[in-house]
């Protein structure tokens, strides 16, 4: 898991970037923290306990590769191909996914709650026991998933395609929902 020491920055309780002390927003080294990264993602090796918060990344395209147990929270993501990635207990909340792929990517046990995802294509991925709570989507396609028990309660979905989806327990509680396709998927077995 990668480290939870908060930053050293009074008032801040943003987890450290690698060995820390400082979080991405109050190191000294912000470029050369990003440019790391930036190699990490492009690089061959799979993720490990990367802990990177609040940076931007743009036009980018990561071959494939698993992220584990990784914490890219508040970033903002701009033209980013993440397809056939692995996400095992990685941690996207509150991010910006403008433009991005997710074509044949597969999750576990990792979190997008509160996101905004513009134009972003997740179709034909294996998306199972993860959290969407709160995201607010716009022109995007789940079509053809297996979402198995992912959350989506209290999200805001606007042209948002979940054609053919596998949707069993997947939740979509207090959704608000406008030109939301769940054509030939399983809505009724989800909790809605």
Not at 131 to 151: E, K, M, Q, R, W
């Amino acid at each position: 898991m990668f480290n939870l020491q908060t930053c050293a920055q009074p008032t801040c309780n943003t987890y450290i970037c690698g060995d820390g002390p400082f979080c991405f927003r109050h190191s000294p080294n912000k470029n050369e923290l990003h440019a790391n990264c930036v190699t990490s993602l492009l690089g061959v090796k799979d993720i490990l306990d990367l802990s990177l918060t609040g940076a931007e990344f743009e036009d980018l395209s990561i071959p494939k590769k698993e992220f584990t147990s990784s914490n890219m929270a508040w970033c903002t993501f701009r033209n980013v191909d993440f397809s056939e990635c692995t996400f095992i207990t990685s941690f996207f909340d509150f991010c910006l996914f403008d433009t991005c792929t997710f074509n044949g990517i597969t999750s576990r046990y990792s979190i997008f709650s509160g996101s905004k995802m513009l134009n972003c294509d997740f179709s034909g991925s294996s998306i199972t026991h993860t959290n969407f709570v709160g995201i607010d989507t716009l022109h995007c396609n789940f079509s053809d998933c297996d979402l198995y028990y992912s959350n989506f309660g209290t999200s805001f979905l606007r042209d948002t395609d979940f054609i053919d989806c596998n949707l069993k327990k997947a939740d979509f509680a207090h959704t608000n929902q406008r030109r939301v396709s769940f054509r030939y998927s399983n809505y009724e077995e989800a909790h809605h």
